[in-house]
């Protein structure tokens, strides 16, 4: 009895593997481009990559970026972001989202339009590139 236990556990292995990414990467992939942070157009250009299971990346104004993000959908919890070091004439607008981009704790997606917020009435508004 312990080896059919046993055999089945193995058989179900490769399924648990083959599971689908239960992030917001799982859920709304693709290359999305900020459009406003807190209902104010982001005019200096930004955008969050979700192509790769369990993190995020992206262009922000100045510098390129990435983090960790495994919290499930629809939960979004970047962990420290890591980025380049340029300096640009747009360092206010990369700080301003740097700062939204960390407070996020929701993701919704919803056809092209990806919309990250929290409990506080913060909301990042993007759209999946084509």
């Known amino acids: ?75 979004f919890k970047p962990g420290p972001i890591v980025a380049t070091r340029m300096a640009c004439l747009h360092m206010n607008g990369e700080a301003e989202f740097f700062e939204a981009l960390g407070a996020m704790t929701l993701a919704e997606g919803s056809g092209p339009v990806l919309i990250l917020s929290n409990e506080a009435g913060r909301e990042m508004v993007f759209r999946r590139e084509e």
């Open 1 to 75: 009895m312990k080896n059919i236990a046993l055999t089945a556990l193995l058989a179900l292995t490769p399924l648990a593997a083959a599971c689908k990414d239960e992030t917001v990467t799982g859920y709304a992939p693709g290359i999305y481009r900020l459009e406003e942070i807190d209902g104010t157009s982001f005019e200096w250009g930004a955008t969050l990559n979700l192509t790769e299971a369990g993190r995020i990346s992206g262009q922000a104004p100045c510098n390129g970026y990435s983090a960790e993000q495994t919290a499930p959908y629809p939960w």
